[in-house]
């Protein structure tokens, strides 16, 4: 069974406004435009992607509790089984919550070694890089950066020449996303002490190489506001620069402007509880804004991997605003996640005792390829929403 992403759904049914029909949810942001949540919706989704087949799979995660312990680690009290092939749509409402489960959306398959939802982030986002002429993208991230491995993967499949700085020092063995970042893009060891200062970093490495410079979030706000000449969108294209020169895309570290909107997994009127791993959180917002727009009855729970609260808002809120401006919709604005610490605090990028056991034990009883530092999080955290949930509530649902 697949959930299939629907670039131009069906949205005559739309309710004018744009904000939360359904009582289980506060309406965080409330758009007070002349335009018509139908015309608001038919602008975002009509443009061109990148995914040949955006179809997801959607397996469905059964929690057993053990009375003896038979695992080390965060998961020690559990096992799990899948089932690969779970009724979905309206026809979830027929499974009763006799047991605990939780259901998980397998973006991890939609690309073999791009992350799911590094995926569906690039799935718009690379198209406007090509439709404006680009020709090179920078971006940053840690060493183990999926979004880094993502992006240079992507455009290299494409014909653009991706340039990655990565924070510290080169690693004496290249493994996991650092080596795929290194065979696909031009990779640069930068200092912690330069990295702190992210866009200072990008924009200068950017001028480095020679050629017009644009940001991604300029350049994702003049898609909406000129539509007869790409060119014009880069600066320096008419002041006689040869028509052959490099024209340089920044992306922001994660991609942390990109707000994927998916419609119905599990029904139009099933209460889910979302649950992702943030690490930019922009996954979580974009889950966020699409179940307000569409009007679903989702509650998005994202776990903190790499920040504190208050930085998770400030970018929620940026999140926001930048939708808002590009598409001319004046808002009013409060939290769309629930930001809650992981079952296991740490400082990012480190791996505790255990964790590589329970995703060993994962990967063994039920197939599905989880990592310590981003997905494990999730995967404890909906387990313990489904223990909560099994007395009919909510369905849970792993993004």
Not at 64 to 78: D, K, M, V
Not at 110 to 122: E, F, I, Q, T, Y
Not at 194 to 202: D, G, T
Not at 350 to 378: F, H, M, R, S, W
């Amino acid at each position: 069974m697949k959930f299939v992403l629907q670039r131009n759904p069906p949205i005559l049914s739309f309710r004018y406004q744009f904000q939360s029909g359904c009582s289980s949810i506060n309406p965080q942001v409330i758009c007070k435009s002349n335009s018509s949540k139908e015309e608001f919706m038919s602008k975002i989704l009509d443009r061109r992607w990148t995914l040949i087949n955006p179809d997801t799979k959607v397996h469905h995660i059964r929690v057993s509790s053990l009375q003896t312990q038979q695992h080390c680690g965060p998961l020690e009290n559990f096992s799990f089984s899948n089932n690969p092939h779970p009724s979905l749509g309206e026809n979830v409402k027929e499974w009763h919550n006799d047991q605990s489960s939780f259901y998980i959306v397998r973006d991890d398959l939609l690309h073999p070694l791009v992350n799911g939802n590094k995926a569906r982030k690039l799935d718009a986002l690379l198209p406007l890089v090509e439709d404006h002429l680009g020709t090179d993208v920078v971006t940053c991230g840690g060493c183990q950066s999926a979004h880094a491995a993502a992006v240079a993967v992507s455009c290299a499949e494409r014909g653009l020449k991706a340039h990655l700085l990565l924070r510290g020092e080169q690693p004496q063995v290249l493994t996991g996303y650092n080596l795929i970042s290194m065979l696909y893009g031009n990779v640069t060891y930068v200092p912690r002490s330069i990295y702190a200062n992210r866009e200072e970093m990008l924009s200068a490495h950017a001028d480095s190489i020679a050629g017009s410079v644009i940001c991604l979030d300029d350049l994702l706000e003049a898609s909406f506001t000129d539509h007869n000449s790409v060119k014009s969108n880069f600066p320096n294209i008419e002041d006689g620069s040869p028509l052959n020169s490099k024209k340089i895309v920044i992306v922001n570290e994660g991609a942390g402007n990109a707000v994927a909107l998916p419609d119905h997994i599990l029904g139009k009127d099933q209460p889910l509880k979302i649950v992702v791993d943030a690490g930019t959180g922009t996954t979580a917002v974009g889950l966020g804004i699409g179940a307000l727009c569409l009007g679903l009855p989702w509650e998005v729970t994202a776990v903190m991997l790499a920040d504190t609260i208050e930085g998770y808002r400030k970018q929620e809120e940026h999140l926001i605003s930048e939708l808002c401006r590009c598409y001319d919709v004046p808002t009013t604005r409060s939290g769309l996640v629930n930001w809650v610490e992981r079952r296991h605090p740490r400082k990012f990028g480190n791996v505790v005792k255990g964790e590589i056991e329970a995703c060993q034990q994962i990967a063994q009883e039920t197939g599905v390829l989880v990592d310590p530092i981003y997905t494990l999080a999730a995967w404890e955290l909906a387990t313990q929403l489904s223990l909560e949930e099994r007395k009919g509530g909510a369905k849970v649902v792993m993004d």
